[in-house]
Each structure stands twice: as structure tokens, then as C-alpha cells.
């Protein structure tokens, strides 16, 4: 695993132009903005390839996080402080090109290849079919095997009838034949723990008037079975001795590579929510809550499916009842427009806390609620009768599950309002 110190960050700062070496004098090296930006640039920087399973991105950042919380001086919880489980993740670790005509089109901004994607090498004929075509398709329509399907939406069509195209675009591309999907909307990846048979890929162009006649494709697909990765935790004691529990929480986790040249950074997601944890921690390190302990969690396995959440809800030596809050933190690297609180209608009585303590110290221009929602680790928490809140900012950055969700992209415009806002809300307790 790598090994970075606070000199060598500052010096990684320098070298992307980023700061000036004068932006931290010593007397504010370990203020919070600072700090969150160290973590942060760390977490997105090429070293952990996307934080994901190419390279085992993933566990090398769990393992730079177990080492933070130690310098921290967070104590292991019931006698350990990581909790291994396993995923099954299709990933695409060395060869991603595509080639129109003449043209090389750019991984991430002219195309992307479906995380569930199988590989394919050479030349794919494209056979244009449009949306009633697609869903009526029942297979058996092509001459060769390299030939496979092109589809254009038309104006007009709507989003429901788009998703059932895409849906059994994914199904022929399972079991029948390669698939190539135009389109204009922005593009934006996720993790499968599963792979077609053939290729799919979804190229980004406002431009075409008509569906390409042939790509050239050089796609390696590879599924991972029985990938180790951890969750990774730190305790807070209270002052007085309690069995009272509060859970702060982040995933650590993000997309990972799609060949070997381009990797998904994730700043934003979560990146910055990690920041904000571990802001947190040291904190509440140095002046621990009175009554209630505090577990700081990095959970993994969040990108594909909630694996790290719902793992450590079932494990026996967490005891539920325990816990009087999950406040988990995701997406805070911007914050100009406000923030929202999933679960919000759910608790309402913590939601007011926030909206009082944001009130009070004018953080944000808006806490806005909401409600049950299954988009972040909070959820498994929740669904088992735990309080919980999950807490993401809004603002005029929309980088998400993209390349361009990079450390440069954040404002990091209200991270220190939030930092006070979580602070007092957590000294409620």
C-alpha cells in the first residue's frame, strides 16, 4: 500500500497546480479544511485507481483509511476494526478501445462500455433497429456473429419506454448479441457484479443524424469472483462509561477503471463524505460526546449494491438496539444550494435538529427533507428500525459517477458550515 505524509501531499498539491505553498502555514495545518482537502486529493488521486476492484484500488484505500484512524487514535470496537466480506464484480482491467472509422473515441466522454459488459476484439457490423423492433425482437435475426445491433432513440420517445429498450438491450446482449446504444443524455457508469456474453456500449454523441455501420472494438472483461474487500471502523469511548452508540459513516468505495488509462476519481462520491468523517473523528478524538460512544465506519461495497451496510447490520457483534443514531455522510463537496436529508420525513424529530442547528448557525441556504429512499448506507440501517439520516449536498456541480468527478471539480463551499452543523447535531446526544 502506499504510504503518503502530510509533506508529500502538500507537494502533490504543488505539482497539480492546485495551491500555492504558501496556503498552509503550520498554524493551520490541522484545521478542518485543510485536513479534508488532504484526505480528499488522496483518496482521488491515480495511486488508488478509482478505489475500486482493478488493482485492488478498493482494499489499498481501506488499508490508507485503518491507517489514518490509527494516527487519529480512534480503539478498535469489540477487539477488531475491519469487517472482510466478499463481492463478485465484473471489471474491465486492461484493454478498453473503441475505434470509429478513423476516429479513436475517448473512454468516459465518447463512450462508455455497460458495467455488466463481456469483452469483444475486432470489427462489430451494426444493424440499426429502432425501439418497437428492440422489444418485439425474439432472436435469430442475424446472419454472422459479428454482426450486432445499433440503436438511435427518436425524438419523442419516453423515458418509461426508453428504460424497457434498455432493459432488453441488456438481455440480448446477455445471451445474443453485441449492442451499441447512441445517445445524448450525459454518461454516466456504475459496478455489476455480472457479465454478459457479448459487448454493450453506450457512445455519446449530439451530433449523429444516422446509426454507425461498424465499431472497432478491443474491450477486456474480466469478473472477479470472491473479491476480499473490508469495511473499516474506529470507536470514540464516551466520557462516561455507556452502552449508548452513535454510528457516523462514509463509503470509502468508488467505480474503479475502465481500461487501463481511465479511472473514475469519485471525489464527490464520497471521497468528500470521507473527508468529513474523519473531520469528525478528530474532533470528537480530542473531545469525546459525554454519553454516547462514537463508531466512525468507511464501508466498502456501497457502488454495488449496499454490500458493506448490509454486512454489518447482520454481524453478531453489532448490537442494534445500541445504536441511537446512523448519520451517514455522502456527497459533500459543494453544499451552495443546501443540503438534504434523506429519512428526513421518517425522523422528523432529528430533522428539526438540523434544521435549528442550520438555522442557528447559517449554514446552508435550505435543509431540505426527504423521504425512504435505498441510495446510500444508511438504508439497511434504517430498514432494521435504527435511526437513521443520510445527509448529501446540493450545488452546481453535477460530476457524479463520471470522470469528471475530480478533487479540482469541489468547491468544498460549505464544508466547514457542515463540519459545525454535524458537530452541535452529534453534541445533542
Known amino acids: 500500500?502506499?504510504?503518503?505524509?502530510?509533506?508529500?501531499?502538500?507537494?502533490?498539491?504543488?505539482?497539480?497546480?492546485?495551491?500555492?505553498?504558501?496556503?498552509?502555514?503550520?498554524?493551520?495545518?490541522?484545521s478542518v479544511l485543510p485536513y479534508a482537502r488532504q484526505i480528499t486529493a488522496a483518496l482521488c488521486s491515480p495511486s488508488f485507481d478509482g478505489r475500486g476492484y482493478v488493482n485492488s484500488g478498493c482494499n489499498r484505500a481501506g488499508n490508507y483509511l485503518l491507517e489514518e484512524f490509527k494516527r487519529i487514535g480512534l480503539l478498535p470496537f469489540q477487539g477488531r476494526n475491519t469487517q472482510a466480506f466478499?463481492?463478485?464484480?465484473?471489471?474491465?482491467?486492461?484493454?478498453?478501445a473503441v475505434r470509429s472509422g478513423h476516429k479513436t473515441l475517448q473512454p468516459g466522454v465518447d463512450y462508455l462500455v455497460h458495467p455488466s459488459s463481456g469483452g469483444y476484439k475486432g470489427k462489430l457490423k451494426l444493424i440499426p433497429m429502432n425501439a418497437a423492433e428492440i422489444l418485439a425482437y425474439s432472436g435469430g435475426s442475424f446472419n454472422a456473429p459479428r454482426e450486432g445491433i445499433v440503436f438511435m432513440p427518436s425524438k419523442g420517445l419516453s423515458r418509461d419506454s426508453l428504460k424497457l429498450v434498455r432493459t432488453k438491450l441488456e438481455k440480448i446482449a446477455e445471451t445474443e448479441r453485441g449492442v451499441v446504444e447512441i445517445t445524448t443524455e450525459k454518461l454516466t457508469w456504475s459496478v455489476s457484479p455480472r457479465a454478459f456474453r457479448f459487448p454493450y456500449l453506450q457512445r455519446y454523441d449530439t451530433s449523429l443524424t444516422t446509426p454507425p455501420k461498424h465499431l472497432f472494438l478491443n474491450i477486456q472483461s474480466e469478473i472477479q469472483a470472491k473479491v476480499v474487500v473490508q469495511n473499516c471502523f474506529g470507536l470514540v469511548p464516551s466520557v462516561e462509561p455507556s452502552d449508548s452508540l452513535i454510528l457516523v459513516c462514509a463509503h470509502y468505495d468508488?467505480?474503479?477503471?475502465?481500461?487501463?488509462?481511465?479511472?473514475?476519481?469519485?471525489a464527490n462520491d464520497?471521497?468528500?463524505?470521507?473527508?468529513?468523517?474523519?473531520?469528525?473523528?478528530?474532533?470528537?478524538?480530542?473531545n469525546p460526546l459525554q454519553h454516547h460512544s462514537v463508531l466512525f465506519v468507511?464501508?466498502?461495497?456501497?457502488?454495488?449494491?449496499?454490500?458493506?451496510?448490509?454486512?454489518?447490520?447482520?454481524?453478531?457483534?453489532?448490537?442494534?438496539?445500541?445504536?441511537?443514531?446512523?448519520?451517514?455522510?455522502?456527497?459533500?463537496?459543494?453544499?451552495?444550494?443546501?443540503?438534504?436529508?434523506v429519512n428526513g420525513s421518517?425522523?422528523?424529530?432529528?430533522?428539526?435538529?438540523?434544521?435549528?442547528?442550520?438555522?442557528?448557525?447559517?449554514?446552508?441556504?435550505?435543509?431540505?427533507?426527504?423521504?425512504?429512499?435505498?441510495?446510500?448506507d444508511h438504508f439497511p440501517f434504517s430498514e432494521k428500525g435504527v435511526p437513521a439520516l443520510f445527509v448529501y449536498?446540493?450545488?452546481?456541480?453535477?460530476?457524479?459517477?463520471?470522470?469528471?468527478d475530480t478533487y479540482q471539480n469541489l468547491s468544498f463551499n460549505r464544508f466547514e458550515q457542515l463540519f459545525e452543523v454535524f458537530l452541535e447535531f452529534l453534541k445533542r446526544f
Open 86 to 96: 466478499f463481492l463478485e464484480v465484473n471489471t474491465f482491467p486492461s484493454q478498453c
Open 346 to 376: 421518517i425522523f422528523p424529530k432529528y430533522y428539526q435538529q438540523l434544521v435549528q442547528i442550520n438555522d442557528a448557525l447559517k449554514a446552508v441556504p435550505v435543509v431540505k427533507s426527504r423521504g425512504k429512499a435505498a441510495n446510500s
Open 393 to 404: 449536498t446540493m450545488g452546481p456541480n453535477k460530476n457524479y459517477h463520471d470522470i469528471h
Open 254 to 266: 468508488h467505480l474503479g477503471r475502465m481500461g487501463k488509462d481511465t479511472y473514475f476519481p469519485g
Open 270 to 286: 464520497n471521497a468528500s463524505g470521507v473527508a468529513m468523517m474523519l473531520s469528525l473523528a478528530r474532533e470528537l478524538q480530542q
Open 298 to 341: 468507511a464501508f466498502a461495497g456501497e457502488e454495488i449494491g449496499l454490500e458493506g451496510s448490509f454486512a454489518m447490520v447482520q454481524a453478531p457483534w453489532l448490537a442494534l438496539r445500541k445504536i441511537s443514531m446512523v448519520l451517514n455522510l455522502d456527497i459533500l463537496g459543494s453544499g451552495e444550494e443546501g443540503i438534504t436529508v
Open 1 to 30: 500500500m502506499p504510504r503518503f505524509g502530510f509533506l508529500s501531499f502538500v507537494l502533490y498539491w504543488i505539482s497539480c497546480g492546485l495551491f500555492d505553498a504558501q496556503v498552509l502555514p503550520s498554524s493551520e495545518q490541522e
